[in-house]
């Protein structure tokens, strides 16, 4: 595999990882995209450095950079800031480690791969009711369904998802309100 | 066994699946679980529902943009040169522009020289390349030797020192003679090239692009003279009881013992030293200045001398360290650099954009792709040979 085709596919595992470790830490989704392209560079600029490397190296690496560049970023703002002299903001210091983010972050991702996974139009429905949060009515528009079709498809989903996880978030009490009042009451 | 960080997360995944772990899985999660007073968050944060639910969303976000950001990862940083995000206008004339090139270029090239280097002229064909390491020396009876970067060894003798070339630098070793009379040698280096020199004793200079400098094969008497003019940096051997002066133009640097940068090109506005450390005497104008490190006297032709507290000097350094600082630099001041540098003219057409730089460039990048970037930021800019012609609107 050439050094192109390596750089592709550690792209597309680690970007979507590393935007939102960035933007859990700067708050800016535009920042942060920013500085996982930056930190991204920084592995391919070095890419010699890295042959040898395994996977896990890498990810401790970018993972790193990410975290050291968003400190910079506060520092920054809050030169800015104190140059407007408005009030100065801590940097969010957070006690998690990069490692304990970066474990959170990978089983995050196998869980989205998982919706990701299923049937497409199931999907697709549980990806607007429980990512994004969409109501009933709202999906069936989107889709161009009627409500109790998404209804149905919905709790065929359900059925669907082996994850646990995710059904026991589905049925938690926050979100039985949200999924299966609409389900079994409207 | 796999490290535990590549199998953890699987771990975690089937456990809030409720898959039945296996013992030793089961036992390698409790040791991760304890291993670290912050890994007990990693479980409650996965089952916080709202969070999580949250997080998915962004995710997801992140996710569906991959292709575009992959698009213009490969487009903007798997060139040599990439550009930083912003182009924001200071008013509705100028334009400021960030134009960063990335310094790992000059990491790589440290690096790997011979790899980066062969990968870069396959790329290139008829590329203006950058300058490089390279300089001419005039002895004392007007022979002149092209010195390069390949050549190592003793080159010449001259009156009271052997001159070596080593990887790019010429130094003078005094062979302990006392010559009866001084003589002169000239290094200078052409538009496109730098060189390094010590001095016979000992001080270090580096030579920037189209700047020549004279000095003697050994120093005798009671100062240490050389003559200068373009732009060099120095790091002067302590010696207070041989001071040490440099001169250029009218103006003359009085050395108290210390690292400074001299800018004295004919086409820049004013005449500049730089002091890094130390301390150093400036006369000029029948007036003397004595620079704190940090400080920059400009000598303005006829005019006393200006002194600049807080100078910028990484942005002066810069060509030492192999790069260029174009921060707060306008269009004619980075067209120069660039005419040094990359041996071309530069001629403007119409009215000279009105624009402000941002950011690095790394001196290993090729003209082309400074076009490029220039054409991707509205400059219109072409290259007719070795003419870059620039045309206002």
Known sequence: MGDSAAMCKIFYMYYPKLCLYAESLVQNKEEAEDIAQEALAQLWHHRLKFAGLNQENISAYLFTVVKHDCYDYHKHEQVKRAKKQEIINLIPESNDSVESAFIYLEVLSRIYAEIKNLPPHLSEIVRMSFIEGLTTEQISEHLRITPNNVRVQKARALEKLRNALLKQNLLSPALIYLVFSEIFYK | MQPVENNISEIIYRYLQEDNLSEEERSALDRWLAAAEDHQNVLSKLRDTAGLQRDLMKLSFFEERVDDAWDRFRKERMVKVHLLKTIWF????????????????WIQTQDSASVSAGRRSALVGSNISPGKSGAV??????????????????IAAQNGAQVVLKK?????????????????????????RQFQLILPDGSKVWLNAASSIKYPTIFTGSERVVEMDGEA??????????????????TEVEVLGTGFNVNGYNNEEAFTTTLIEGSVKINANKRSVILKPGQQAQ????TEIHVVN????????AWKNGYFDFNNTDLRMMMRQLERWYDIQVVYEGAVPDVIFKGKMDRGVQLSDVVRFLKLFGIKARLEERVLIISGK
């Open chain 2, 90 to 105: 200071r008013s509705a004339a100028a334009v400021i522009i960030l134009f960063g090139i990335g310094t790992y270029l």
């Open chain 2, 137 to 154: 020396l005039t002895l004392s009876d007007g022979k002149r030797m092209v010195l390069d970067s390949l050549t190592n060894g003793i």
């Open chain 2, 168 to 192: 790019g630098l010429l130094a003078y070793d005094p062979d302990g003679q006392r010559p009866k009379e001084t003589m002169y040698n000239t290094m200078s280096t052409p538009k496109g």
């Open chain 2, 233 to 250: 940096y120095f790091e002067i051997a302590r010696n207070p009881k041989v001071p040490f002066k440099v001169k250029a133009n009218k």
């Open chain 2, 299 to 302: 000598t303005l032709a006829n």
């Open chain 2, 310 to 317: 807080g100078a910028d000097i990484n942005q002066v350094m």
